[in-house]
């Protein structure tokens, strides 16, 4: 099929990507010329394991290009995916739906009459927002005087990919949901996604087929549904993540692991082990807005979402918790060299948007600490978020060992992980380790001689 993917950040370059390798005519359409002509090069600016790989590949096999001319992406496409960002307003209240709405009017603007179109809501929107984009792309095509003329559905195709494992998450989803009204829409989106949902294609060798996956169920249902349901699962992990923290904050008061009470509760099918890792709480692009988003979309019909909001509150307080933990080992931070290991919200990503390192590092430079701060990929973007901040930029652990008064697990990175942590031992003023995702292994550090503090362990 012909494809057009507007917005080629995270989401969009991953989607437009798969679907080439699975054998699609993708063009990719940005508005951001200097982030095309590093595509068009084989360049991708950010850091997703794979996906340069991909990108090239498919940019050599012809079946990829990438445009900052909407009229050109759209010329042949049967398909049209919307895969801008949705990100928070600026006073944090409210999802910033401007990008959406600047794509969808792009489209109405673009759209010839001929053959029927799918445009398809790939970014996470507040619910009915699929009635909405519609009628952007109605105000673009009366501007072109088309208005009636272009038969186009739109549709909604939410994605869970996670950052860090984005194109094994396409390959490989656990579930593709699909809303839409237009038998056709649905019938055309089935298509596409019939290799991913058979698994009938060839895996790439560098992302083989995960064992035993046969069939990927495909979810059928209206779009405002298909929108609430990636607001609820995004929802329910980092309800996961907060329920398991609020344990682990009892633990400590109580002497329990958490680790053994979540392995404990996770072996219990009706709950699962997933997402029960105790530590300095969720972040990243997608939690925090989207969580805030169900709130409010909640509160327009009169509901006060209590459930959800505890989750936020207790994940504020819990980014902290390596703060108290410093606090109660060193008593005062003032003055103290504190190295924090871990920028990126997690790990195999370099995104720092809702990282908790953002939070812990401004109160520890609030505190009078003195920081310093490494990751294996994300220390460039951290340059550019806090730079009004007076940290220390370390090239690797041992420089932010060296000669420190504590050291702060925020992101587990395996090389944090698998460091050598008796030199690491021999350079530091005080050796404290508070380790915010009980990643490390305590009795080794203890038997090291380190003063070790995990989260409810
Ligand atoms: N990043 C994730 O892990 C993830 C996972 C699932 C869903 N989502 C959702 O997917 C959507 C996209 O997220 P992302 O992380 O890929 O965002 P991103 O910020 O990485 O990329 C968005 C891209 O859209 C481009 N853009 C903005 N307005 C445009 C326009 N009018 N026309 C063409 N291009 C335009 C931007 O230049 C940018 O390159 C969001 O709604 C997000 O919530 C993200």
């Known amino acids: 099929m012909k494809i057009a993917v507007i917005g080629t ?15 699609n005519e993708v063009m990719g359409y940005d508005i951001n010329e200097k982030l095309v002509r590093q595509l ?11 996906l340069e790989e991909f990108v090239r590949r498919e940019l050599a096999a012809r079946r990829l290009n990438f445009t900052t001319d909407p009229a050109t992406a759209l010329a042949s496409a049967e398909v049209i995916f919307i895969a801008v960002g949705t990100p928070p307003t600026a006073d944090g209240c409210a999802v910033d739906m401007s990008f959406v709405s600047c794509a969808a009017i792009a489209i109405g603007e673009n759209l010839k009459p001929g053959k029927f179109r799918v445009v398809v809501n790939k970014s996470t929107v507040p619910v009915g927002s699929n009635g909405w984009v519609e009628s952007f792309i109605h105000q673009g095509l009366e501007k072109q005087g088309n208005m009636g003329a272009v038969d186009f559905a739109v549709a909604s195709n939410p994605e869970f990919l996670r950052e ?4 094994a998450d396409s390959l490989y989803p656990d579930r593709v949901v699909i809303g839409a009204v237009d038998e056709r829409a649905m019938q055309t989106l089935t298509e596409l996604y019939r290799p991913i949902l058979e698994q009938d294609f060839t895996p790439p060798p560098s992302l083989p087929r995960p064992a035993g996956l046969k069939k990927v169920p495909l979810v059928k249902v209206n779009p405002v549904t298909a929108e609430l349901i990636k607001y609820a699962a995004n929802a329910f992990l980092a309800t996961k993540i907060s329920f398991i923290n609020e344990i682990a904050n009892i633990c400590d008061l109580i002497g329990a692991n958490v680790k053994d009470v979540a392995l404990g509760i996770g072996l219990d099918h009706r709950i699962g082990c997933a997402f029960l890792n105790a530590g300095v709480g969720w ?3 997608c939690f925090p807005k989207d969580l805030m988003a169900l709130i409010r979309e909640a509160e327009g019909y009169g509901y006060d979402a209590k459930l959800l909001k505890a989750v936020c509150e207790v994940n504020a307080s819990q980014r902290l918790v390596v703060v108290r933990k410093l606090q109660e080992v060193l008593k005062t931070v003032r003055g103290k060299i504190i190295g924090i290991l871990g920028l990126a919200f997690k790990p195999n990503t370099d995104d720092l948007r809702g990282a908790p390192s953002l939070d812990i590092i401004r109160r520890l430079v609030e505190l009078g600490a003195v920081v310093r701060v490494c990751d294996p990929v994300a220390v460039q973007r951290c340059r550019e978020n806090l730079r009004e901040l007076p940290i220390h930029f370390c090239t690797n652990i041992h420089e932010a060992a060296e000669g420190a008064d504590a050291l702060v697990l925020v992101t587990e990175w395996q090389e944090f992980v698998t460091a050598d942590w008796e030199e690491i031992f021999s350079v530091m003023r005080t050796p404290v380790v508070i380790d915010g995702r009980n990643a490390l292994n305590k009795k080794f550090l203890e038997d090291l001689g380190f003063v070790y503090r995990g989260v409810g362990i």
């Open 9 to 23: 950040g995270w989401v969009g370059l991953t989607t437009a990507a798969v679907f080439a390798y699975l054998g």
């Open 40 to 50: 068009q090069s084989g360049t991708v600016p950010f850091f997703e394991p794979y």
């Open 164 to 167: 860090g494992s984005a194109i």
């Open 283 to 285: 972040g990243g692009s």
